[in-house]
């Protein structure tokens, strides 16, 4: 009991000063901000709709929920770990935050109307969290994370893409449409093999499963009163695939025809009736 008490003092001493680095630090950003308005000869708070605070040794912001109007924010090449002091700033449209060194990001969600977000060169660790909370910004077009260590996922990319369809730029470059057909295949199995079968013209499968065990199809055999060429068939099929199977066959069919130039006389022997005339023969090749 006594070696307790005898810690209590090292133990209140210690969040003493944590709460002091604190204070001072909420005080140098309270400077910045009061700086910032002063340069800009803003008055009254309503008429704030810009911020800059880049580069000023920040590791703590003050509440920003007293600018009710701002719509952008430079906060880069700081020392920022989170970005509380934003999450009621609802009209933010662009925001900077690249090189700090922020590893959460909660609450950013509910920033509706964001739609640049410079987040690269931080220490976002989670990809799945991270994406999670930017579903939120239905307006988000341009985005940056490269840099993080979140990165190193080695579909970032596609990953990112998948869950935040409404971003066009991503890291400086175009997302291409290349770009969102692959990240259909890789993410949503389900929603490529419907693709791919409406491109057949097949029948889908509602209960498919890309994680259920593979199931042997029966042979497909083409029925015996079925020909090939003949685009009025009306033979019945159990199976819609058997139909697609079928068709796919009368599509593949090719057929080159040309005349038989053996039977066609030459002018000489026009000229010299050498010949006897035959009527001209053409030659039909099908190739399947």
């Not at 976002?124 to 969290?129: K, Q, S, Y």
């Not at 991270?130 to 579903?135: A, C």
């Not at 057929?255 to 005339?277: C, F, G, H, M, Q």
Request: net charge positive; hydrophobic share 40%.
């Amino acid at each position: 009991m006594t070696g307790y008490l005898e810690h209590l003092p090292c133990a209140f001493q210690h969040t003493t000063s944590q709460a002091k680095a604190a204070d001072a630090a909420l005080e140098i950003s309270r400077r910045a901000v009061e700086d910032q308005l002063k340069i800009c000869g803003h008055k009254r708070d309503a008429d704030v709709f810009e911020l800059f605070l880049s580069q000023k040794e920040l590791t703590e912001v003050i509440d920003l929920s007293r600018f009710k109007k701002l719509k952008y924010l430079w906060l880069h090449h700081n020392k920022l770990h989170g970005i509380t002091f934003i999450t009621r700033n609802y009209c933010l449209a662009e925001l900077y935050l690249n090189n700090n060194a922020i590893f959460d990001i909660q609450g950013l969600h509910s920033l509706h109307s964001l739609h640049i977000l410079r987040l690269h060169h931080n220490e976002l660790t989670n990809i799945e969290a991270t994406v999670k909370e930017l579903k939120g910004m239905l307006n988000l077009k341009t985005l940056t994370l490269y840099q993080n260590p979140l990165c190193q996922y080695n579909l970032y990319r596609l990953y990112t893409i998948y869950h935040l369809p409404g971003v066009e730029l991503l890291d400086g470059n175009q997302v291409t449409e290349k770009e969102r057909r692959s990240m259909i295949t890789i993410f949503n199995h389900k929603k490529s093999h419907i693709v791919q079968s409406i491109a057949f013209r097949g029948k889908v499968d509602a209960s498919w499963n890309p994680r259920s065990p593979l199931k042997q199809k029966p042979a497909q055999r083409v029925p015996s009163d079925f020909a090939f060429a003949n685009n009025v068939d009306k033979t019945m099929f159990d199976d819609p695939e058997d139909a697609v199977f079928v068709r796919s066959l009368k599509r593949s069919a090719m057929a080159i025809t040309s005349l038989n130039w053996d039977t066609v006389p030459t002018r000489e022997e026009k000229y010299l009736e050498e010949k006897d005339t035959e009527p001209v023969q053409m030659l039909t090749v099908t190739l399947r």
